[in-house]
């Protein structure tokens, strides 16, 4: 597995742009009109995907570390997308999946990148209970 190509995996164009960065009132209004919650609970929820979305990233950087990094990626990459769609965040799902069949296939890829570039892009759900 070369982790420095630039071998681009099935369904990412090199030209396609990144989804828009996570926000929070997007989040909040997704809670409130998908699951029908209220203030308070929307807010646990928002506590409880800040907490997840950290959990995951970090098992995404120890699997970025990892020998057999494909084999180690995509069940993360899988919890990713599933974390992310329930948020509503289907362009960022989207791409989790992307990075997913990437690692399913041992496809070379810039793993490492993107995964970093999601990270960023979810920051501000990822680190909201941090404040």
């Avoid at 396609?16 to 998908?34: D, I, K, M, T, Y």
């Avoid at 990459?77 to 069949?101: D, F, Q, S, V």
């Amino acid at each position: 597995m070369n982790r420095t190509s630039s071998v681009t995996p099935p369904g990412l164009t090199e030209s396609g742009p990144a989804p828009l960065p996570a926000s929070l009132e997007r989040l909040r209004n997704h809670f409130r009109q998908v699951y029908k919650l209220n203030e308070d609970q929307v807010e646990f929820m928002l506590r409880s995907a800040s907490q997840s979305l950290r959990t995951t990233f970090a098992a995404a950087q120890q699997a970025l570390a990892s020998d057999d990094l494909c084999s180690a990626l995509a069940p993360v990459a899988h919890c990713l997308k599933g974390l992310l769609l329930n948020l509503g965040e289907r362009e960022w799902a989207a791409l989790a999946r992307i990075i997913e069949k990437a690692a399913e296939a041992e496809q070379p890829y810039e793993y490492a990148d993107v995964v970093n570039e999601m990270c960023e892009g979810l920051s501000v759900v990822a680190d909201y209970d941090r404040h």
